[in-house]
């Protein structure tokens, strides 16, 4: 899987000019705060907690072309809304990890 849709980052980065380098460093910022976020809630199995702060993070990880991240997430997502927490655990390990590769290719793009 892609981690990040070059073309669309590169747009991206021509459209926002000087306030892209800001951008990313606020997706980095914001997406630490949410990753200790989920593993709060799912230490104390609040699903609708969970849902939306990986709805969040989804939709920041679009913001910044992190297809891969997005498609991750969309499934932790769907499980969360179900309430569905038997996997979660390895869907969050998995988000941490693709989040990981996320951060040090954007780091790399900047």
Not at 57 to 76: E, I, M, R
Request: with cysteine; glycine share 2%.
């Amino acid at each position: 899987m892609v981690t990040l849709d070059l073309d669309s980052l590169t747009v991206l980065k021509e459209v926002m000019e000087e306030e892209f380098v800001p951008l990313i460093e606020l997706y980095l910022r914001d997406s630490e705060a949410r990753l200790v976020a989920m593993d709060a809630a799912m230490s104390q199995a609040d699903a609708e907690s969970l849902r939306h702060t990986i709805h969040s993070f989804k939709g920041a990880s679009s913001n910044v072309c992190a297809t891969a991240l997005v498609a991750l997430a969309q499934v932790a997502e769907d499980n969360a809304r179900e309430g569905n927490l038997t996997t979660m655990h390895d869907q969050l390990t998995e988000l941490n990890a693709e989040y990981q590769r996320v951060k040090v290719a954007l780091t790399s793009f900047l």
